[in-house]
């Protein structure tokens, strides 16, 4: 018997043993003021095992103000081969459907829900997102972006909502704390459900509109230290996804 502490304070019991993915990891603390010195961060982290496996980190890049962010999944071989998102054959199709909304790659930010590379290509655990999410949500402060496109389903339990099904909510702006986002199918389901291409590409036409309402802010000059050091948390913690079993 072990029990789990719900939204809210509630404390619940549950029987049998306490399962690998509710438990948690060493916890981050960032106290980074910049995206530079939060990648540093990110490439010294020990704090899940997937940190042990990695051989790099990748914290994410792009332009700091341009106020569109994407966030993926976790990175592949590939990305873990050379420190850097999305930059396989499902980076080429979100660079591509942004080509055609008049955006470059480079003038958005792209980054992941995990910064380590999952065994096997696997999605991440909710023990593991849940200790990489201080450097996510950190991310977002510093960006404080005007839209947050999540891809796939890891960004949009973890920042949206636990129970959202993407087929239902994709190409829907939605609030949270404060935050637009807006929930997309991740690129590499597209290369595998062609019939979904339809989809995305009405979804990334959002973005190409939102990128066109306001022009992006002049970037920062390197080593600007703009922040307070507390960054509230997002949304709930995801231990109820995670009491699922997922
Ligand atoms: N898939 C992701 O979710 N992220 C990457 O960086 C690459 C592929």
């Known amino acids: 018997m072990w029990t789990v502490k719900r939204a809210g304070g509630a404390r619940v019991k549950r029987a049998g043993k306490r399962k690998f993915e509710s438990c ?28 042990k496996k990695r051989k790099n980190a990748v914290p994410g890049e792009g332009r700091l103000r341009s106020g569109i962010v994407f966030v993926g999944e976790a990175p592949g071989a590939k990305e873990d081969a050379q420190g850097r998102p999305f930059i396989g054959s499902a980076g080429k199709l979100l660079s591509g459907l942004l080509k055609i909304n008049g955006i470059l790659r480079e003038e958005v930010f792209i980054t992941n829900t995990v910064k380590c590379r999952p065994p096997g290509n696997r999605p991440p655990k909710p023990a593991e997102m849940n200790a990489c999410r201080p ?3 950190r991310q977002l402060h510093i960006l404080k972006p005007r839209l947050v496109c999540t891809l796939g389903n890891s960004p949009l339990h973890a920042l ?24 997309l199918y991740h690129p590499a389901a597209i290369l595998y459900r062609r ?24 970037e920062p000059p390197s080593g600007e230290r703009p922040l307070p050091n507390e960054v509230p948390p997002l949304v709930g913690h995801i231990e109820e996804w995670a009491d699922r079993g997922r």
């Open 24 to 51: 948690q990891f060493s916890t981050v603390v960032t106290t980074a003021y910049t995206m530079d010195e939060l990648a540093g961060e990110i490439r010294l982290c020990g704090a899940c095992p997937l940190s």
């Open 135 to 137: 450097y996510l949500e």
């Open 160 to 183: 949206v909502g636990a129970g959202l099904n993407i087929s239902e909510v994709h190409g829907k702006i939605t609030e949270v704390g404060g935050i637009r986002f807006l929930p």
């Open 195 to 218: 019939r979904l291409m339809v989809e995305m590409e009405k979804d990334f036409k959002v973005i190409g509109r939102i990128a066109r309402e306001a022009p992006a802010a002049p």
